[in-house]
């Protein structure tokens, strides 16, 4: 039995799911409310963070190691160019998204405004909520700036570096958070990889207390 320990808005979580849909890996979703730190919860991963995958007699945490590892052990569709280069790209822009998108405007929006009311940590701090806000904008650009000269992120192919970025900007457009006017290069993206099969998962959660706006789910937003 393949299983995978999540929240649907975690974009650790959404990254290994989108990879897994888009390499058609059967998975059992099983939502682990990480903040009541339940011990079987933490025997899985000591470190107590989701994503945690039960696949091939393991659990696996860590999101980037889960996803490399399922590109090697199911290589259809690759997730992950051939040159050294490349790789070495797709793993620079993994961690971008995954350590200063995440820090700089995750953190600062998606946990601010949702992840403290679910976890009963208070209000939001408006001035990390103002810091998200501005820090989204440069982050758009850069992304705008790269797809000037590639189709995709990391090149010309779709790789974990798209769905890296995907897992952040589709959790922050369920909070509407994301200004689609501001690059048409970003836009045109997201359309691209949102339509495909592997995104229908996400787009169909629904959080109880935070509904999406209409746009998020409509693949002509
Ligand atoms: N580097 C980890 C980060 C995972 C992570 O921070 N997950 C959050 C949810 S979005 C979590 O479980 N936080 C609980 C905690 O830090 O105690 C990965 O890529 O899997």
């Known amino acids: ?34 903040w009541e730190r339940d011990p079987d919860f933490l025997r899985r991963n000591p ?19 889960i996803v490399e590892y399922l590109d090697e052990v199911h290589p259809e569709p690759p997730l992950m ?23 700089e405007v995750t953190a600062n929006l998606l946990y601010e405004r949702v992840n403290k009311k679910i976890t009963r940590e ?3 701090d408006s001035r990390a909520v103002k810091a998200g806000a501005r820090a989204i904008k440069y982050h758009l650009d850069y992304m705008h700036w790269l797809l000037d000269q590639r189709r995709w992120l990391a090149g010309d192919a779709p790789t974990l ?13 369920y909070i509407s958070d994301v200004d689609w006017h501001r ?10 990889i949102k339509s495909r099969p592997a995104f229908r998962g996400i787009l169909a959660d629904q ?5 999406p706006p209409a746009h998020y789910a409509d693949l002509d937003f």
């Open 1 to 34: 039995m393949t299983r995978l320990y999540h929240v649907p808005l975690s974009p650790f979580c959404r990254k290994v799911r989108l990879v897994m849909a888009e390499k058609r890996i059967e998975v059992e979703l099983v939502e682990e409310r990480y």
């Open 47 to 65: 470190a107590g963070k989701v994503p945690v995958l039960r696949m091939n007699g393991r659990a696996m945490a860590e999101s980037q190691a």
């Open 81 to 103: 160019p051939e040159s050294p280069g490349g790789r070495y790209e797709v793993r620079r822009l993994c961690a971008w998204f995954d350590d200063k998108f995440h820090r």
């Open 122 to 124: 208070g209000f939001p």
């Open 161 to 173: 570096a798209d769905f890296a970025a995907a897992a952040h900007i589709s959790a922050l457009d």
């Open 183 to 192: 690059s048409d290069n970003v836009r045109d993206w997201y359309a691209k």
């Open 207 to 211: 959080v109880p207390g935070f509904p």
